[in-house]
């Protein structure tokens, strides 16, 4: 069965690294002298009180997980880290009922970037800072972060990263997978300093750039204006799109293409070769429609159309315009890489590039066989047959996927919410995006007028959606709390 005292000793590591993260957060409200510093000072406490008693209960486990731990702990994780995560916003009183507090947490946390909050610039610096650092945390995964530093705290650390990775494929780059971990982790790392340096040299104050750089590289896209500041600068909005599209791409590729010095083997990968081609076609269709329907002049609809394909597909939510005032084929567009996703292994959420590939891939194959019934027909990626269970997982996902799409679209329609808001909110919360299309959830508006039934609803599917849903509804299975 399940071995709770081992569960409890991984939570309660990982909740004191969460209190050290709200630490940080208590310095930042020191610092500028406002409200939020009492809010810290207890979030901070009340964390480390939770992490003892968590962490005292499991003293004596030893670390071997199996693989039902892994599945509890990797849920748990994300579950509990948005409990604790959400008190500062409670006892600063910024967000007084628990839904819109937990709704936004754990949106940060999963890097869905969708919030509650009507205006964000009323909100002093620590819970600003605390909203993009959830984000950074969540981007590459809160337990992975945890086998990245402090390996020893996780036991079974292949089970946990099999849990809470993104993607159908896992490709090693070291025999260790806590030093794969420190290698991924060093890329994140870099690309946030180099996104926020660059934002800072381009005019941003360094508070904006920081949390910007934090919010675009873990493609979240929580904003620290009511607005979007990207409408501040040109320049700054090409850096934005930069950095997005590269953490789009898997991170293991990343490594493999600048740190081992190989720069055709990203060239030769065939989810991003897709994931290239997608933007460069759903770009120009959306710059075509823009310049013909819209009005607009040649750079103008080159930015916005690129801006708004780059976020959409690596699910990172942030805006530059409002597309719900576009022509309506470009929803279409944007749904479609909303559904899509960028690369696995990436920061992003979506069905993922390399999934949407395989797929394209069986339906090929299967147009193949109605005229040679007994050719063998293999799905190769990279070079390399995709194991026969591979695709059966495939099958599965896109099932539960598009299942649990229309399940979320058909309750935000009884809810009273309109059709095309209904499926692109359910895409927003499926995909991790945190944007809708039309003007009353659009991209840079709240989503504050959604219930309080909703708004756990939506909590819940963002969490889904951030654990690639098999992960989490495995949990409520009878099968999995069977003793054998």
């Known amino acids: 069965m399940i071995n709770w005292k081992l569960i409890s000793k991984i939570l309660g590591s990982l909740l004191f690294i969460e209190a050290l993260f709200m630490a940080c957060c208590l310095v930042m409200a020191i610092v500028y002298k406002e409200s939020d510093v009492l809010a810290f000072i207890l979030g901070t406490s009340i964390t480390t009180a939770g992490a003892i008693a968590f962490r005292y209960h499991g003293h004596e486990a030893e670390n071997s997980l199996s693989r039902r731990d892994a599945y509890v702990v990797v849920t748990l994780t994300w579950v509990i880290f948005s409990l604790f995560g959400m008190t ?24 869905t970037g969708a919030t509650v909050i009507d205006d964000v610039e009323s909100l002093p610096h620590g819970l600003l800072f605390w909203r993009s650092l959830s984000q950074w945390i969540g981007g590459l995964g809160i337990v992975f972060f945890t086998v990245a530093l402090l390996p020893s705290l996780v036991g079974g650390s292949v089970k946990v990263f099999s849990a809470e990775a993104t993607g159908p494929m896992r490709t090693k780059m070291h025999p260790r997978l806590s030093t794969s971990a420190k290698w991924i982790w060093s890329i994140y790392l870099l690309l946030t300093l180099a996104c926020g340096l660059s934002f800072w040299a381009c005019g941003m104050d360094w508070f904006d750039a920081t949390n910007y750089s934090m919010t675009t590289t873990a493609t979240g896209g929580f904003s620290t204006h009511n607005g979007s500041i990207f409408l501040a600068s040109p320049t700054v909005e090409y ?11 898997n991170f293991t590729l990343l490594y493999i293409t600048f740190f081992k010095l190989r720069p055709m083997t990203i060239l030769r990968n065939t989810e991003f070769r897709l994931y290239v081609v997608t933007i460069v076609i759903a770009t120009l269709w959306i710059m075509y429609l823009l310049l013909t329907r819209m009005g607009y002049s040649f750079e103008p609809a080159l930015r916005s159309s690129l801006f708004q394909v780059v976020s959409f597909i690596t699910t990172t939510g942030l805006s530059n315009t409002d597309a719900g005032l576009w022509p309506h084929i470009t929803w279409v567009i944007l749904g479609i890489l909303m559904f899509m996703g960028a690369c696995a292994g990436s920061t ?131 099968t999995f709390w069977k003793k054998n």
């Not at 930069?242 to 791409?249: E, N, R, T």
């Open 88 to 111: 500062p916003f409670l006892i600063h009183g910024s967000l007084t009922n628990l839904a819109d507090a937990y709704f936004e947490t754990m949106s940060g946390f999963t890097t």
């Open 239 to 249: 850096l934005a799109i930069l950095f997005q599209f590269l953490a789009g791409i």
């Open 348 to 478: 992003t959420g979506g069905f993922k590039s390399i999934r949407a590939l395989m797929v394209l891939r069986v339906m090929r194959n299967e147009f193949y066989r109605l005229l040679h019934p007994n050719a063998v027909l293999p799905v190769k990626l990279n070079g390399q047959s995709v194991p026969q269970s591979r695709l059966l997982t495939l099958l599965a996902f896109f099932t539960l996927y598009i299942t649990m799409l229309l399940f979320t679209a058909t309750v935000m329609a009884i809810s009273g919410i309109d059709i095309t808001n209904a499926f692109t909110i359910a895409l927003s919360l499926i995909s991790n995006v945190g944007a809708g299309l039309d003007t009353n959830i659009g991209p840079q508006m709240s989503w504050a007028d959604l219930s309080s039934g909703l708004k756990w609803l939506c909590s819940f599917l963002m969490l889904v959606g951030r654990l690639e849903i098999i992960a989490v509804l495995v949990l409520f299975t009878r």
